[in-house]
């Protein structure tokens, strides 16, 4: 399986963005989803992530700015980012966390989200 994110930007705080994950390959739909993110001289860390079944979990941090979805007739992961902070500038990528056992572990190359007045 191949990842592409896009979508990120710069955006002043307040605003919204849209990032999206098209998967390459057959066994998107059966694939638990994950968007992660990381800051210059910080650790990835986990943003949030969607079950085949559409079952969403974020991070504490994220909870109730940012939803994760899915379509799987066009093999895509979405991370709508509402209410945009500062802190939330990263290089946003999307991965497979469960599923398949051959594409976990996959990650995109990210998008950079910048957050900034």
């Known amino acids: 399986v191949q990842l592409v994110e896009s979508g990120g930007g710069f955006v002043q705080p307040g605003g919204t963005l849209i990032l999206s994950c098209a998967a390459s390959g057959s066994s998107f739909s059966i694939n638990t989803m994950g968007w992660y993110r990381q800051a210059p001289g910080k650790q990835r860390e986990l943003v949030a992530t969607v079950t085949s079944g559409g079952s969403a979990s974020y991070a504490d941090s994220v909870k109730g700015r940012f939803t994760i979805s899915r379509d799987n007739a066009k093999n895509t992961v979405y991370l709508q980012m509402n209410s945009l902070k500062p802190e939330d500038t990263a290089l946003y990528y999307c991965?497979?966390?469960?599923?398949?056992?051959?594409?976990?572990?996959?990650w995109g190359q990210g998008t950079q989200v910048t957050v900034s007045s």
């Open positions: 991965t497979v966390v469960a599923g398949r056992l051959s594409d976990v572990g996959t």
